[in-house]
């Protein structure tokens, strides 16, 4: 099953952290380039992070560089988002993608993931 699972979500005031979890549900022996992406009502999903299959790069949209860091634990095959210095604009429902497993690199392009979780919601209150 590669389909992921996303947790971690919550309530936080701005300025305050989270740290979102992108994991199977159930154990493999692959790691996969995955991606972070959110989606604001109204809005359209808008792109956040990825970090490689072998772990070795990592991007990020503008708007988080310096407040959001990915990073997986490849012995557990999970990916984290740490979330740091969260401001309202933040608040959107967070989804994990997975690229095929041929993939080093990871997309800013939604469309290049083919494995989704169903999202955990992130609200960021002033």
């Known amino acids: 099953q590669v389909q992921p699972v996303e947790s971690g979500g919550g309530l936080v005031q701005a300025g305050g952290s989270l740290r979102l979890s992108c994991a199977d549900s159930?154990?493999?022996?692959?790691?996969?380039?995955t991606g972070w992406f959110r989606q604001a009502p109204g809005k359209a999903r808008e792109f956040v992070s990825y970090i490689s299959r072998s772990g070795s790069s990592t991007y990020y949209v503008d708007s988080v560089k310096g407040r959001f860091t990915i990073s997986r634990d490849n012995a557990e095959k999970t990916v984290y988002l740490q979330m740091n210095s969260l401001k309202p604009e933040d608040t959107a429902v967070y989804y994990c993608?997975?690229?095929?497993?041929?993939?080093?690199?990871?997309?800013?392009?939604?469309?290049?993931?083919?494995?989704w979780g169903q999202g955990t919601q992130v609200t960021v209150s002033s």
């Open positions: 159930q154990r493999t022996f692959r790691n996969y380039a």
């Open positions: 993608a997975r690229r095929a497993a041929m993939y080093e690199i990871g997309s800013s392009s939604d469309g290049s993931y083919d494995y």
